[in-house]
């Protein structure tokens, strides 16, 4: 063998040596390859598919004729342009939609440039499609506020590009629609060569809320050689559009030997100074490449801190980890971007809304993140002293829609008894108080209907969502509670821990349904059952109809939004007491009806996989020693109606509700938010560790665990014995190890909760 040969022979040797290493360095580093955005983006989902930092300001996306509240619809659906700002995962009414950027050859002679798509790439953080029109390939990434965009152009003597500052979702010709967006005013300005800046005012959407202004300043790296502005429907040759209560925009020309075109586009909600801020702040330079791998860093950080065994199988880790994704886009962190008042507090926004998210997105990232769920706390409490209640759904700067409950209690009481520190809990109660206290725009924030509730006990029928308020509120009067006690307020913790109880008010002992006895029903002023409610609002002929436990829509023009349970029936909801199960089991007759009862709702299809009242109803087995029949509910809940599919979510993922509540059961814990325990069920992944922002790791091992061998036998915690069903937050960050040991058949572990 000659030297050289020598030579390259260890070379080669060297490199095969290091190249498993590099590789598993790269695998462990690379869990952001598991996020899929698409997952859950097409049927109930809506989840949102363009590229978003965590908790990210700016979500830029195409926006395909306004027809879901993310912006996007799948192919063949026509663009109309690629915006700014979106929501993920709701339902109700269109936020947002605003700055819309569109490419496009030809004459800068009109403003709207739709196309079609040729193909469409989607990963996290980045976005790619080709229209079939124009031949324009468009990329986009983004920086928390400000998104980056690369156009490559097909050879045309007219490449051109349509800043858009009057477009938004949710248009309607109707003033003052219910859920519409409505347009308030714009504004644009060439201000060089290479430079955009303007702004969008729109009121309304989702939340009926008051207008909210989107400043944007946009910049090319490539000069333009022509451009021209619009007003309503006049094209002109102005550098500035002034507001006049009209849309606006500006045509740009690029020159006819570009290639290619980068726009970086920065937004604040302050002004177009703080929006120029952003972009030069954020995105220095003109790398594309840079942008998109440094958004890649912020998310592993974060995926990182919950680990899984590397043998899952490929799709269960799309799953894992996208719902982890999906837990961290909303809310919004607009910390310094707040128009209403200027301080040094954490301020977010796009909480859309506490009623989804309470249950399983704030425990999530109450273990992953908890820095950050504090900042999210103290936001909440900054709001409520500067605006006066805390948010229920926030958006645009503005409270509005508290759908049942006021939530925040329990967001509060799930700090609280986790122990995270930073925040002023004498504050936090004054703020749970304000919410149980008449007063306020009932729609928008605190309680509706909370005047009969103190005085009767109970919110009587003909108050919009009398029946799941009641419910709601008793569970939020025992968050008030466990935070007075902790603080040591006895009178306060006593006066709410009767208050708790108000549901058992709503609760017709006496009524039966498919073998089960007691439901929360309807009930007037005088405390009169009501077995017939009026039928919609005549005054005349005044038609009732029977309500039954099943009952969940009225007639076609009674909105939903003014029945007596919100999104759910009275088989839902009077299973739904997450504060008090051995009350509601008493009050069901008792262990063995109890059983009958859930096995009845859930034999029956009584339960709604997509709607948040049934969360923890799958669980609810715990309660009487039988955890096996909840882990084998949950898996087939799972198996039967999530999947790595576009369509894989089988409701609304509302700003990461139902991605979370997937999360914790892959891991075989399930929260019951605003208490400190977690209930342990069968997992689906075999190892999960979470390396915890404390330094510790917590490490959950399912040995044996199969498709037959899927009941736990018993627990070892940190090496001994554990014979309960759940397991306190405390010995989770405390760090250590829980093995699951699992076999074929119900053993008699978990027959005590251990609470």
């Known amino acids: 063998m000659t030297q050289i040969s020598i030579r390259v022979s260890l070379l080669r040797l060297a490199f095969f040596l290091c190249f498993p290493v590099m590789g598993m360095a790269q695998e462990v580093a690379s869990l952001f390859n598991y996020v899929d955005p698409k997952i859950g983006s097409t049927g109930l989902g809506r989840t949102f598919i363009g590229p978003s930092c965590p908790y990210g300001m700016v979500k830029p996306s195409p926006d395909c004729t306004c027809k879901n509240n993310s912006g996007w619809a799948p192919m063949p659906e026509q663009v109309d342009g690629f915006s700014q700002v979106h929501v993920s995962g709701t339902g109700g009414g269109p936020k947002y939609g605003n700055i819309l950027v569109t490419p496009f050859l030809g004459a800068l002679d009109k403003t709207s440039h739709i196309d079609y798509r040729k193909y469409e790439e989607i990963r996290l953080g980045y976005y790619d499609t080709t229209f079939k029109n124009s031949g324009i390939r468009t990329e986009i990434t983004t920086a928390e506020r400000a998104s980056f965009y690369r156009f490559t152009y097909p050879q045309s003597s007219e490449k051109g590009l349509a800043v858009d500052a009057g477009f938004f979702l949710g248009e309607s010709p109707v003033p003052d629609a219910r859920e519409a967006q409505q347009f308030v005013g714009s504004e644009i300005q060439i201000l060089s060569n290479h430079e955009v800046c303007g702004y969008t005012r729109i009121r309304g959407g989702w939340n009926n809320g008051r207008a909210y202004t989107v400043y944007f300043y946009a910049e090319t790296n490539v000069p333009f050689t022509e451009t021209v502005t619009w007003k309503g429907t006049t094209i002109t040759t102005d550098k500035v559009q002034f507001d006049s209560g009209k849309k606006t925009g500006a045509l740009l020309r690029f020159p006819a030997s570009t290639d290619s075109v980068k726009l970086k586009i920065g937004i604040s909600f302050l002004s177009c100074l703080k929006a120029k801020h952003n972009a030069h702040t954020e995105i220095s330079h003109w790398n594309f490449e840079k942008v998109h791998q440094e958004l890649l860093d912020k998310w592993e950080t974060l995926l990182q801190r919950i680990e899984i065994a590397p043998d899952t199988p490929e799709h269960y880790k799309r799953m894992f980890y996208t719902g982890m994704y999906h837990t961290m886009i909303m809310p919004v962190d607009r910390s310094g971007e707040n128009p209403g008042w200027t301080d040094n507090e954490p301020y977010y926004d796009d909480f859309y809304a506490i009623w989804d998210t309470y249950r399983t997105s704030t425990p999530l990232i109450t273990l992953v993140d908890p820095d950050r769920e504090v900042d999210i706390v103290r936001s909440m409490l900054n709001i409520y002293k500067r605006d006066g209640f805390m948010p229920d759904a926030r958006s645009g700067n503005c409270n509005g829609r508290t759908q049942g409950g006021s939530n925040g209690e329990i967001v509060i009481a799930d700090a609280f008894v986790k122990g995270l520190e930073g925040i002023d809990y004498e504050h936090a109660l004054e703020a749970m108080l304000k919410d149980a206290t008449p007063g306020g725009n009932e729609e928008a924030e605190g309680r509706g209907g909370l005047i009969p509730y103190l005085e009767l006990g109970y919110i009587p029928h003909g108050i919009p969502r009398a029946g799941n308020r009641t419910i709601e509120y008793a569970y939020c ?279």
């Open 477 to 755: 009067d025992y968050a008030i509670a466990l935070v007075a006690k902790g603080l040591g307020k006895e009178e306060l913790y006593h006066q709410y821990l009767k208050q708790s109880g108000n549901w058992k008010n709503l609760w017709r002992d006496d009524y039966e349904h498919d073998g089960s006895k007691g439901f929360i029903l309807p009930r007037d002023e005088k405390g009169n059952w009501l077995d017939e409610v009026p039928f919609g609002n005549s005054k005349i002929q005044k038609p009732t109809f029977t309500y039954t436990p099943l009952t969940m829509e009225g007639p076609w023009y009674t909105p939903w939004w003014s029945m007596f349970f919100y999104e759910a029936t009275s088989w839902e909801y009077s299973l739904s007491i997450p504060h008090d199960v051995p009350g509601l089991i008493n009050k069901s007759g008792g262990k063995e009806a109890f059983e009958k009862r859930l096995d009845t709702f859930f034999n029956k299809n009584y339960y709604n996989v997509n709607n948040e009242p049934s969360f923890l109803t799958p669980c609810l087995y715990h309660w009487i020693g039988r955890p096996d029949k909840s882990s084998d509910r949950i898996h087939a809940i799972i198996n039967t109606h999530f999947n790595d599919s576009p369509g894989g979510l089988p409701g609304n993922d509302d700003s990461g509700a139902m991605s979370s509540w997937l999360a914790f059961h892959m891991m075989g814990l399930y929260p019951n938010a605003g208490q400190d325990y977690y209930l342990i069920n069968t997992p689906i992944l075999k190892e999960t560790t979470f390396r915890l922002t404390n330094g510790k790791t917590f490490r959950i091992k399912a040995e044996k665990l199969s498709n037959k061998n899927r009941y736990i036998q018993s627990i070892l915690l940190n090496g001994k014995e554990y014979p309960y069903s759940a397991l306190r937050h405390k010995d989770i960050v405390a760090g250590g190890e829980m093995i699951l040991r699992m076999g074929n058949k119900p053993s008699n572990w978990g027959k005590d909760l251990g609470l």
